[in-house]
């Protein structure tokens, strides 16, 4: 396994020198610890699988160095990396068996033939095919072929990473749960440098340590699941990752609280010391989840009317307005919520300001 350094890396699509619109991927450093599982989470389009192309040597970056190990990679092929990738579609042989899939990067790599059969026997019961070994590939299933093509990518022992791009894309949902599963088992026993690129926020937050959240070609926060959760550093996370999404509504700054329609709004310290003096589009974030949906009226509570409750089972949402501004509130499934007006109360350690779409505090 390898720790990946990309040094100032950048990438345009465009002929000649590129101009800030026109890069895929806006220069800027990274660095994924040996051993790490690391998803890239962001829309289409977002720069994510031209970040993971660049690191297995597919593209050539159009700026900075790729760095393996303090060793500088950034011209050599994908097959002098030592880069193992599974992509969004299966790739593996329709006349060969499940075992000779599975067995083949190790016999082209000149593996003696009992450590191969050892090897491939133990990936198989990891993922479940042990039961197929001596099957041709061609009749299996979407689900199964991808399935080996993850193997495949699993085998080897001596790669620097292992890339997924999309791999569970063609996969049946129940299907797609026990793999991420496996995966994250896989990880823990083999502590193998992985990295993973999904558009889906459950595939990136339950496989991976850590995740890079891409958007308009850079990373706007990488963090484990929790603080992507609860101090997202960008606006835009807070839209993309959480259901229902964070709440976001403007806001201005009055010494140690904020002003919303009239409701003054504590939050901590430190964020009125770094936004006083500051200009911008000040907004104020919260999760549904941090919002609590009271009746009593309180100079600490913020009057809102219930414009909506929607049951989802175990939990329900509660849409209300304060003032002009739509919050949506998670709220107990036992609780009883009526239509009219109420009161919310917002925790201020949950509370978050931000500048420009940029955290502070």
């Not at 690191?55 to 700026?63: A, F, R, T, V």
């Not at 790599?109 to 001596?134: N, Y």
């Not at 484990?224 to 996370?237: M, N, S």
């Amino acid at each position: 396994m390898a720790e990946i350094q990309l040094q100032n890396i950048a990438h345009s699509y465009a002929t000649g020198s590129a101009s800030t619109g026109d890069y895929a991927l806006r220069p800027s450093d990274y660095v994924w610890d040996d051993g790490g599982a690391y998803a890239l989470l962001g829309p289409s389009g977002c720069g994510k699988t031209t970040l993971l192309n660049i690191i297995s040597g597919l593209l050539q970056p159009s700026e900075g160095k790729v760095v393996f190990d303090g060793v500088d990679v950034t011209e050599r092929s994908t097959k002098d990396r030592n880069i193992a990738q599974v992509f969004q579609f299966p790739v593996i042989y329709d006349s060969m068996t499940v075992f000779d899939n599975l067995a083949f990067p190790l016999r082209n790599r000149k593996i003696p033939e009992k450590e191969v059969r050892l090897r491939v026997e133990e990936i198989a019961e990891m993922l479940e095919l042990s039961d197929d070994l001596k099957i041709r590939a061609k009749g299996l299933t979407a689900d199964a072929k991808q399935t080996i093509s993850l193997g495949r990518g699993l085998v080897r022992k001596d790669v620097a990473a292992i890339l997924f791009d999309e791999p569970l894309t063609v996969i049946d949902p129940h299907l797609k749960f026990i793999l991420r599963r496996k995966l994250k088992q896989i990880h823990e026993r083999f502590k193998l440098t992985l990295v993973y690129v999904t558009h889906d926020q459950s595939e990136a937050l339950t496989f991976a340590d850590k995740v890079v959240v891409m958007s308009a070609g850079e990373v706007v926060q990488t963090g484990t699941p929790q603080e992507l959760f609860e101090e997202p550093a960008h606006t835009f996370v807070g839209h993309f990752i959480g259901s229902p999404r964070m709440n976001f509504i403007s806001c201005a700054l009055d010494q140690s609280c904020v002003v919303v329609e009239g409701n003054r709004i504590p939050i901590n310290d430190t964020a009125v010391k770094m936004a006083n003096g500051k200009s911008g589009n000040m907004q104020l974030g919260i999760r549904p989840e941090f919002l609590r949906l009271t009746s009593i009226d309180s100079d600490k509570h913020a009057a809102v009317e219930i414009t909506n409750i929607e049951d989802l089972g175990n939990y329900q949402i509660a849409t209300v307005l304060l003032g002009k501004n739509e919050l949506k509130i998670k709220v107990d499934e036992d609780t009883s919520v009526k239509m009219g007006k109420g009161f919310v109360h917002f925790p201020m350690d949950m509370t978050k300001l931000y500048i420009n779409d940029r955290l502070v505090g």
